[in-house]
């Protein structure tokens, strides 16, 4: 059976991480075509990873690559464009988080990729990593009991590229930026269950000169089966990269993480290259990842889209799935902003979800 042909839309950090993906852990994938908003990179990008084809005009590498795949990982206010192109021109689609600005756009991308018969998928590489994963079909051989608590928390000091903290180009902080991960997982781990009420705080208490958005971030998210989610997240915290995930049951409690716990304890006087994402030195004592897009799950959920693509199969994360966590991250926007618990289903008119942070008594 021929190669499956993706097309990677963005030359940025998440982009290699998809490369070093394809390369290593999926070799029915080949990557044809790269696209970039400045030219330069977009041949850098291809010539650093050997593609044959690089673009600066999305639309000309969605129909004239010959991809059957288009992996989106550009900055979010073009995921709704890029998707509508793509589904347009006969391409399935996998696209990075979050799913898009607005539910307007999110339920437009749905129904494109509906009338075009091609598939979309949501990457939510937390539902993949092999760890929670693991902890996962712990808790559905009922090693923990009955869940009653989940707890997510992602927290490093800052975006790698200007764009995340604009708010007209992303959406929002911190909170679209990483908190839609633990959004996801908490869904993932109840099995898609719906959401009762959403109670939020946040604040920018780090980088107030370079964004509008929050920098932190607390999120309690109530679903109807009564377990309480919390979801912790932060632009804020120094030393690098820190997931790690608490499962709370009547019968026992998992802890895991995803980074310290999977890395060997360094110290090192004059430092050294890569410690882990994010660490912004590597002197004195450090945290060395080792496998990290693995352990990530990054290679598991782009195998799994590329295997349902080959065989005809439903996505296990859909746009659907994207589009429940972005309602939640309107209501925890909109929780914030008025400081009170925000009930579901929630659909407010605006055009950002941060608006109704920003300017909470104006988006009522």
């Not at 029915?28 to 850098?44: F, I, L, P, S």
């Not at 929050?214 to 120094?238: G, M, P, Y």
Request: aromatic share 10%.
């Amino acid at each position: 059976m021929n190669k499956t042909k993706v097309a990677i839309l963005g030359a940025g950090f998440i982009s290699d991480i998809h490369l070093e993906c394809y390369h290593r852990f999926i070799p029915e994938a080949e990557v044809v075509a790269v696209y970039a908003r400045n030219r330069n990179k977009a041949q850098a990008f291809a010539e650093k990873h050997h593609i044959a084809q690089h673009y600066d005009n999305f639309e000309k590498a969605i129909v004239e690559s010959g991809c059957d795949v288009v992996d989106i990982c550009l900055p979010n206010f073009l995921h709704a464009k890029a998707t509508l192109l793509a589904a347009a021109a006969g391409k399935h689609v996998i696209i990075e988080k979050p799913l898009a600005i607005t539910l307007e756009e999110a339920d437009a991308m749905i129904a494109a990729c509906q009338q075009n018969n091609v598939k979309l998928m949501y990457a939510e590489e937390l539902c993949f990593a092999p760890k929670y994963e693991r902890a996962r079909r712990l808790v559905q051989e009922g090693a923990v009991g009955e869940i009653y608590m989940l707890k997510n928390s992602e927290k490093h000091s800052g975006p790698h590229s200007d764009w995340f903290y604009d708010v007209n180009l992303s959406g929002g902080g911190v909170l679209m930026d990483m908190g839609c991960h633990a959004l996801g997982w908490f869904r993932w781990m109840l099995g898609n269950a719906r959401v009762s009420s959403v109670y939020a705080t946040m604040n920018t208490v780090l980088h107030q000169g370079r964004t509008l958005g929050e920098d932190n971030s607390v999120v309690i998210v109530e679903f109807e089966n009564k377990v309480t989610c919390i979801a912790e997240d932060s632009w804020a915290k120094h030393g690098g990269m820190d997931d790690r995930s608490e499962i709370y049951g009547t019968g026992g409690v998992i802890y895991a993480d995803l980074f310290m716990g999977n890395s060997a304890v360094t110290y090192s006087k004059n430092g050294y290259g890569y410690a882990m994402e994010k660490a912004d030195t590597t002197q004195g004592w450090s945290f060395t990842v080792f496998e990290e897009v693995f352990n990530q799950g990054y290679p598991h959920e782009l195998k799994h889209f590329i295997e349902c693509v080959r065989e005809d199969k439903t996505p296990v994360v859909t746009g659907e799935d994207g589009r429940a966590v972005l309602e939640i991250i309107y209501a925890a926007y909109a929780s914030a902003g008025s400081g009170k618990k925000v009930t579901l289903p929630f659909a407010p008119q605006v055009k950002k979800p941060i608006d109704l942070w920003l300017n909470p008594v104006a988006t009522e």
